[in-house]
């Protein structure tokens, strides 16, 4: 299996702040990575596939990018509906697996 | 508008069995694949299950293999996800997803499954 390891688990951060999550796979995965959002009691919802392509509707200041088998999600400033848990997961293979989440909290 | 509407979930004990629901609307379901995906309260995704457009080529995580089974009717855009021999560990938020090719970007709201005595 791929083992996708994000970190922080947590981030406590400023409405206005640049935010970096990582995600590192264990293996190549080309770039079959996306980013999803998750709000306390809600589904997650998509932001970004192929490691770096907006989902349609998500806010300019969501970037995705790829070095190797390292994915960054970057929030370039934060805004009060950012604060939440954000996941990474790879669709290269079976199983699908996730990071284990990174919660932004509000500084 | 695309909705995924789960119903199903419940109280259950160990050992015993569930059937969950996933009632798709708002595009042609026939053309994705589907998954169900779970997540323990207060903790991360883990993926559970897949089905092709047709019906075949299915897939589970190796904790649900042998005990779970995927389906779909694709005449009452329906997926389902038969749960037997349930375990304490089995308890969590189930989800229906849709595959797009690109990850998952349509998900339902969830059901909760708890397997407790």
């Known amino acids: 299996d791929i083992q996708m390891t994000q970190s922080p688990s947590t981030l406590s951060a400023s409405v206005g702040d640049r935010v970096t999550i990582t995600c590192r796979a264990s293996q190549s995965i080309d770039s079959w990575l996306a980013w999803y959002q998750q709000k306390p009691g809600k589904a997650p919802n998509l932001l970004i596939y192929?490691?770096?392509i907006l989902e349609s509707g998500v806010p300019s200041r969501f970037s995705g990018s790829r070095s190797g088998t390292d994915f960054t999600l970057t929030i370039s400033s934060l805004q009060p509906d950012d604060f939440a848990t954000y996941y990474c997961?790879?669709?290269?293979?079976?199983?699908?697996?996730f990071g284990q989440g990174t919660k932004v909290e509000i500084k | 508008e695309v909705q995924l509407v789960e119903s199903g979930g419940g109280l259950v004990q160990p050992g015993g069995s569930l059937r969950l629901s996933c009632a798709a609307s708002?595009?042609?379901?026939?053309?994705?694949?589907m998954h169900w995906v779970r997540q323990v309260p207060g903790k991360g995704l883990v993926w559970v299950s897949r089905?092709?457009?047709?019906?075949?080529?299915?897939d589970y995580a190796a904790s649900v293999k042998g005990r779970f089974t995927i389906s779909r009717d694709n005449a009452k855009n329906m997926l389902y996800l038969q749960m037997n021999s349930l375990r304490v560990e089995d308890t969590a938020v189930y989800y229906c997803?849709?595959?797009w090719g690109n990850g998952y970007n349509f998900w339902g709201q969830g059901t909760l499954v708890t397997v407790s005595s």
């Open positions: 089905i092709r457009t047709d019906g075949t080529n299915i």
């Open positions: 708002g595009f042609i379901f026939s053309n994705y694949w």
């Open positions: 997803v849709r595959d």
């Open positions: 192929t490691a770096s």
């Open positions: 997961q790879q669709y290269k293979s079976y199983p699908r697996t």
